[in-house]
């Protein structure tokens, strides 16, 4: 036996992406004594300016989008109730065919024992019993998400044994839910690609493969605050839309892949931490 808390490692790509797929879990477990450490691997410069600035447009400052975007990521962790914050500060490498994929310093094109090894140090220091990241495609396909499994499952690698490990995913039940629900709060959004529409098809998994489901019902309301806070990329957050008692009914569960185990607890699970107290 050992007084060191439980402890859940959540490691992200931009500052938002923490409140948008772990927000629950991360103010659950909080609460519940658990120490939380979030870990954001970019500084989130290709995100949009004041005003709704787009990369790339003029009067975009990467810089100070960098610090507008820092103080937001630390308020989201104080409405999270985080207990630890842990920046990588890679330069944000925007989404996939961006020019800014390959610029000097860009998470995408940073060797991926450079970003584990510096992640690696930070997991020694906490000694995570759960580790959640993205999958291998990042959910979605973003370079930066893609980039973060990679460091992530190379600092496992290098690091004593982790006894739960995770990836985020979504049911693919869910995703009609969301599909549906764009719709009724999008009715001037044009009609979607039907490429684009193939490709959302294939996010997340079907329902039985998914092997953990988190209530975190309780606590949508500090996870949609989470996300308010990001008040300048707020255009992005679809979710913020909705208004909070829709958002507290469509996203009172987070669901995850379990893909390392150590504790032998069964799956389906509904606690990241089954088998560990």
Not at 69 to 98: F, H, N, P, T
Not at 168 to 187: D, K
Not at 233 to 241: R, S
């Amino acid at each position: 036996m050992t007084d060191r808390p439980l402890t859940l490692m959540a490691v992200h790509a931009h500052p938002d992406d923490e409140a948008t797929g772990t927000g629950g879990v991360l103010a659950r477990y909080a609460a519940e004594g658990v120490r939380t450490v979030l870990v954001t691997c970019t500084d989130g410069g290709c995100g949009d300016g004041p005003e709704g600035v787009k990369p790339g447009d003029p009067g975009h400052d990467p810089a100070a989008v960098t610090a507008m975007r820092r103080q937001e990521l630390k308020a989201s962790c104080d409405v999270l109730k985080i207990s630890d914050l842990e920046m990588l500060d890679y330069a944000d490498s925007g989404m996939m065919g961006w020019p800014s994929n390959d610029a000097p310093g860009a998470f995408w094109r940073t060797p991926v024992e450079e970003g584990a090894a510096r992640l690696a140090e930070i997991m020694r220091h906490y000694r995570p019993d759960v580790v959640v990241t993205y999958d291998e495609n990042g959910f979605y396909g973003h370079p930066d998400h893609i980039q973060a499994h990679r460091i992530t499952m190379a600092a496992l690698e290098m690091t004593a044994p982790t006894p739960k490990v995770y990836w985020t995913t979504a049911p693919r039940s869910m995703m009609q839910r969301f599909g549906e629900v764009m719709r009724e709060f999008g009715a001037d959004m044009p009609e979607p690609d039907p490429a684009e529409t193939a490709a959302m098809a294939e996010i997340g998994l079907p329902d039985d493969e998914i092997t953990t489901w988190v209530d975190t019902t309780a606590f949508s309301g500090q996870k949609f605050d989470a996300l308010a806070a990001h008040a300048s990329q707020g255009e992005n957050i679809f979710f913020l839309k909705m208004g909070r008692e829709r958002f507290g009914e469509l996203m009172g569960v987070e669901t995850f892949v379990r893909v390392r185990d150590t504790t032998g607890a069964a799956v389906p699970e509904n606690d990241l931490f089954a088998g560990l107290r």
